[in-house]
T-cell receptor, first 114, second 117 residues
Framework: QKEVEQNSGPLSVPEGAIASLNCTYS??????FFWYRQYSGKSPELIMS????GDKEDGRFTAQLNKASQYVSLLIRDSQPSDSATYLC??????????????FGKGTKLTVNP | GAVVSQHPSRVICKSGTSVKIECRSL??????MFWYRQFPKQSLMLMAT?????????EQGVEKDKFLINHASLTLSTLTVTSAHPEDSSFYIC?????????????FGPGTRLLVL
């Protein structure tokens, strides 16, 4: 059973702070990792993908991957109230039938307080 | 990014009727699409994998006769909720894999909110 674990939170940070979201995964062979943001009542939106160990930066977002520890994180710098959402970590895996599907964590709810 | 659309965005129907939801990939071809359901304050639940030109693969516990999936073209998958009942009221979201340089990436449609009275 492929598993993706996230701290469900809620995580609350003040505006301007760094929000740190963490995710661990069970399949050591996983090669790609995704972070989605889901606002209440809306569908998930892709914000970051990462494939290599280390950091990947995109604006205020930084994804960090450590395959040895099976750990991927998302840092949000200068957090804004508009960042308040649930953040989903997702890892693809190949089923026995040969098709690919994403396994999602349960999500971490982030609240950024003005 | 990529664009995935869904129609309708919201539907209200009477118990016992069938409802069809369309999912389209607007700027890419998708051999594989996915259908999810999400209840309020709960996680996404994968219902089925929709494969172009072949039968859908349903997750355990999802009734294939209740949730009919058709993926007749590379840009369109449909989910039909047959004989809908109030417990089928939920947020239905489709997604599609888009092939990139390094990896396929999954993009979500905006979702369809179904309310069965």
């Amino acid at each position: 059973q492929k598993e993706v674990e996230q701290n469900s939170g809620p995580l609350s940070v003040p505006e301007g702070a760094i929000a740190s979201l963490n995710c661990t995964y069970s399949d050591r062979g996983s090669q790609s990792f995704f972070w989605y943001r889901q606002y209440s009542g809306k569908s998930p939106e892709l914000i970051m993908s990462i494939y290599s160990n280390g950091d990947k930066e995109d604006g205020r977002f930084t994804a960090q991957l450590n395959k040895a520890s099976q750990y991927v994180s998302l840092l949000i710098r200068d957090s804004q109230p508009s960042d308040s959402a649930t953040y989903l970590c997702a890892v693809p895996f190949i089923t026995q039938g040969g098709s690919e599907k994403l396994v999602f964590g349960k999500g971490t709810k982030l609240t950024v307080n003005p | 990014g990529a664009v995935v659309s869904q129609h309708p965005s919201r539907v209200i129907c009477k118990s016992g009727t069938s409802v069809k939801i369309e999912c389209r990939s607007l700027d890419f071809q998708a051999t594989t699409m996915f259908w999810y359901r999400q209840f309020p304050k709960q996680s996404l639940m994968l219902m089925a994998t929709s494969n172009e030109g072949s039968k859908a693969t349903y997750e355990q516990g999802v009734e294939k006769d209740k949730f009919l999936i058709n993926h007749a073209s590379l840009t369109l998958s449909t989910l039909t909720v047959t004989s809908a009942h109030p417990e089928d009221s939920s947020f239905y979201i489709c997604s599609a894999f888009k092939q990139g340089i390094l990896q396929e990436t999954q993009y979500f449609g905006p979702g369809t909110r179904l309310l069965v009275l």
